[in-house]
């Protein structure tokens, strides 16, 4: 009777692994596909290394019985076999995660927003890096200033969503 309730307890979160990962392939490759470029590469291999831990996993489960001292390493290997997919959105993170950035602000906007919302000169130097899309912290860099005072000055963005 126990050896059955593991069966059908593997048996269930293997179902549930594979209803979620299908779920999630079909999302991420339909997105993927409506783009064009280096991300759509990127969602789609993820996607493809997601499914290759799954079936990682899936062809360990059936050795979980079979010996004990085999079971720790099964264990680990279940567990670590998102490693690889987690491991290459490391490596291609500044592929995925670009700053949002202003491709064509107008100036004549922005010195309207600049005088309605009186922004001093130290925060129109900021939003001028923000608008570059630069980071926070790169933006202390430029302006000398310490990354504190840009997150104050940005402690406001009243400002930022009319841009």
């Avoid at 005088?115 to 980071?135: A, D, L, M, P, S």
């Avoid at 104050?152 to 400002?159: E, G, Q, T």
Wanted: aromatic share 12%; proline share 4%; net charge positive.
């Amino acid at each position: 009777m126990g050896m059955q309730l593991a069966y059908t307890q593997i048996g269930l979160t293997m179902f549930i692994e594979l209803l979620y990962m299908s779920l999630f392939a079909s999302v991420v490759l339909s997105y993927a596909k409506k783009q064009n470029g280096p991300n759509a590469k990127i969602m789609t291999r993820f996607t493809l290394l997601m499914i290759l831990g799954l079936l990682l996993r899936v062809a360990v489960v059936p050795f979980y019985f079979v010996s004990s001292w085999i079971l720790a390493p099964l264990i680990l290997i279940y567990f670590l076999s998102n490693f690889i997919p987690l491991f290459y959105v490391k490596l291609n993170s500044d592929f995925i995660f670009r700053p949002v950035q202003a491709e064509n602000p107008v100036e004549e906007k922005k010195a309207l927003i600049y005088e309605k919302y009186q922004i001093t000169k130290r925060e129109r130097e900021i939003v001028e890096q923000i608008c570059q899309g630069k980071t926070n912290q790169q933006i202390a860099d430029t302006l000398f200033i310490s990354l504190q005072t840009v997150k104050d000055h940005l402690a406001i963005p009243r400002f930022l969503v009319e841009l």
